[in-house]
């Protein structure tokens, strides 16, 4: 509909806000793994250098650079290769339903990065002040 089209000038706007809004709960993820912030994991904080450990790092701090917007697409790139990795090793193996298996987060974020990956990061974002410069 034409009375929707004019909504297409808000797209980096809406972008950003998606990235940001991703980004502050995908490093609850990571604080929670590293820090035990806001709560420990159940099966308690994951040994350095263990599987775990790493997801949490590239949470936390992979999220910290999408939430600001720096190296957005490279950075985008690396956390949805995670998170289909996150699905098909830690969920996949569940059952074949991901609302079941525990998984839909995992391709959520995985799609969400996707489309960050592809679309840039939108507004308000250290990559896009970079190449105004």
């Not at 957005?72 to 996949?92: D, E, K, N, S």
């Not at 525990?102 to 840039?120: E, K, P, Q, S, V």
Request: glycine content about 12%; overall charge positive.
């Amino acid at each position: 509909m034409q009375a929707f089209d004019s909504l297409s000038r808000y797209s980096p706007q809406a972008l950003g806000l998606l990235r940001i809004v991703t980004a502050l709960i995908f490093i609850a993820h990571g604080t929670q793994k590293l820090l035990g912030f806001p709560a420990a994991p159940a099966s308690g904080l994951p040994a350095i250098f263990t599987i775990y450990w790493f997801a949490g790092v590239l949470e936390l701090f992979g999220g910290l650079a999408i939430l600001v917007g720096f190296m957005t697409r490279p950075v985008a790139f690396i956390l949805c290769g995670q998170m289909a990795f996150a699905y098909w090793m830690g969920h996949a193996s569940r059952g074949p339903f991901p609302v079941l298996n525990g998984g839909d987060a995992a391709i959520l974020y995985c799609f969400i990065f996707l489309h960050i990956f592809t679309a840039g990061a939108g507004a308000w974002s250290m990559d896009g002040n970079r190449s105004k410069a």
